[in-house]
């Protein structure tokens, strides 16, 4: 990306990767807790409204989690694209890039996000099954963001995307 990508891809890339892996997420959550998508998202804002409020306002409460986790999504793929435009290896190597960029969102969410939150605290980490899928559905989430970055920012670029996927890793 010899001259970079435009403000217009640089958006796009944000918002589609951060909509779309905020959006899978709370569906893979579904899956993993048994749960509908309107009591994951109303989960997520307990962390900002408390369990009591959260519960108290139903449909509401849904609503302002869905608005929440797709907030921090986009958050999250700003400072991927950002740290991409940086360092270009991350566009030029999505999976690895994604699968570690996902691991650090858990980290990040796990030790900082939650524990400031006004969200019902768990038991800490427990290693089995649930635990496994939820740091899997992390991996994908960081996978959704780096790719769709990295297929929207080749798009159209001088280089073109084949000149780009034989570049020499840095």
């Not at 449909?59 to 986790?69: P, T």
């Not at 963001?145 to 020499?168: D, E, F, Y």
Request: charged letters at 10%.
């Amino acid at each position: 990306m010899a001259n970079g990508p435009s403000a217009q891809k640089i958006l796009l890339a944000i918002l589609a990767g951060g909509l779309l892996a905020g959006a899978a997420d709370i569906g893979v959550a579904s899956v993993i807790y048994h749960s509908d998508p309107m009591s994951i998202s109303r989960f997520i804002s307990a962390g900002v409204l408390g369990k009591t409020q959260a519960v108290a306002m139903g449909d509401q409460a849904s609503f302002i989690g869905m608005g929440c986790q797709e907030m921090i999504s986009v958050l999250a793929a700003t400072v991927y694209v950002l740290a991409g435009l940086r360092f270009p290896i991350l566009f030029r190597r999505p999976v690895i890039g994604g699968i570690v960029f996902g691991l650090g969102v858990y980290l990040v969410m796990s030790f900082v996000v939650v524990p400031l939150s006004l969200a019902p605290k768990g038991k800490g980490i427990t290693l089995n099954f649930t635990y496994a899928l939820t740091l899997a559905a992390n991996m994908v989430y960081g996978l959704i963001i780096s790719n769709v970055a990295a297929w929207i920012l080749k798009r159209g670029s001088r280089q073109g995307a084949s000149a780009m996927a034989t570049q020499p890793a840095e």
